[in-house]
Each structure stands twice: as structure tokens, then as C-alpha cells.
């Protein structure tokens, strides 16, 4: 597995995510390279694993927190969000009501929410 897929993994969620983890610990955090970039409709799927129960709030705190510490992440299109989901004790607890308020405004960027 190459960085870049293992990052994938994880950022998706994807059912060998924690062989992704180990794979990625054989590579530096720094980066001088973005190497994945985390969409509008990334986030929207991962908000949805948790509205559906599949994931908890802690995973969602722990991915997004995950995201902000990598340098090979790209996560500019969606850094407000990903600022919220891991500052829950600043920003606000992570309810399902609040998330499926998120994925309208993002599923709807240009209607005034």
C-alpha cells in the first residue's frame, strides 16, 4: 500500500483503514507534497457513516483531527468543517441534527442557510 493509498483509506473510512494506519507509519508526517484532498462530498459521506450510526462521534473527532495534523492533506475546501468536527469542546458537540444541517449546506453551497 503507497502512502497515498493508505491516506485514502483512512480519509474514507474504508473497511482496511487500520492496515492503512500501519502502513502509514512507515512514512514521515512532513510533506512537501499534498498527496490527497479532502472533497465537499468526502466529508458528506463521512458525516453520513455517523447520521447512519456506522461510525461514532469519537471517529469523527479523531478522523478529523487526524486531518488537520497531516501535511500531505488537502483540506482547504472543507477547513471550517474539519476545524468544528475536532474542536467539538470549542465549537459545539457533535449531534446528529447538527450533521445532517451540515450536509445540506454542503450538498447546497449556494443557498442561504
Not at 13 to 31: G, I, R, V
Not at 50 to 72: G, H, K, P
Not at 97 to 110: A, F, G, Q, Y
Amino acid at each position: 500500500m503507497t502512502r497515498e493509498e493508505a491516506l485514502l483509506a483512512i480519509i474514507q473510512f474504508s473497511t482496511n483503514k487500520d492496515e492503512a494506519f500501519s502502513q502509514l507509519a512507515q512514512y514521515p508526517k512532513e510533506s512537501e507534497t499534498k498527496l490527497v484532498h479532502v472533497t465537499p462530498l468526502m466529508l458528506i459521506n463521512n458525516i453520513k457513516l455517523y447520521t447512519q450510526n456506522l461510525i461514532t462521534s469519537d471517529d469523527l473527532e479523531f478522523w478529523a483531527n487526524f486531518i488537520e495534523i497531516r501535511e500531505d492533506i488537502n483540506f482547504n475546501n472543507v477547513e471550517d468543517e474539519i476545524y468544528a468536527l475536532s474542536n467539538p469542546d470549542l465549537m459545539g458537540e457533535i449531534t446528529v441534527t447538527k450533521m445532517n444541517r451540515l450536509i445540506s449546506i454542503l450538498e447546497n453551497p449556494h443557498i442561504k442557510h
